[in-house]
């Protein structure tokens, strides 16, 4: 089993940045593909980017340029990089580990953290 922990949300203002952190537990991460996502109130959770094992990273469309994943397995953490934040870009934010069927779909989900950005 592994256990993710996301810290790093709060409140920012538009153009300001903000690094979450995705902490696992119980089992080393190094190998495991990994993703960030996110939902926003009224809408379904939506894919913001994901980073292999390998290292190998994708971003989706909307926060290309902006927003940058990475990870650190001696510290077994994930990391989003979120600059020139929109009040569009307020969600909550889950990390996750393990894909199962695709690189959209994961067996290890986080509890969240909130990311509110005021105009």
């Known amino acids: 089993q592994v256990q993710l922990v996301e810290s790093g949300g709060g409140l920012v203002q538009a153009g300001g940045s903000l690094r979450l952190s995705c902490k696992a537990s119980?089992?080393?991460?190094?190998?495991?593909?990994m993703g960030w996502f996110r939902q926003a109130p009224g809408k379904e959770r939506e894919f913001v980017a994901y980073?292999?094992?390998?290292?190998?990273?994708s971003h989706t469309d909307f926060v290309k340029g902006r927003f940058t994943i990475s990870r650190d397995n001696a510290k077994n953490t994930m990391y989003l990089q979120m600059n020139a934040l929109k009040p569009e870009d307020t969600a909550v934010y889950y990390c996750?580990?393990?894909?199962?069927?695709?690189?959209?779909?994961?067996?290890?989900w986080g509890q969240g953290t909130q990311v509110t950005v005021s105009s």
């Open positions: 980073i292999r094992g390998s290292g190998v990273t």
């Open positions: 996750a580990a393990g894909s199962r069927t695709s690189l959209y779909d994961y067996y290890y």
């Open positions: 119980g089992r080393t991460i190094s190998g495991y593909d």
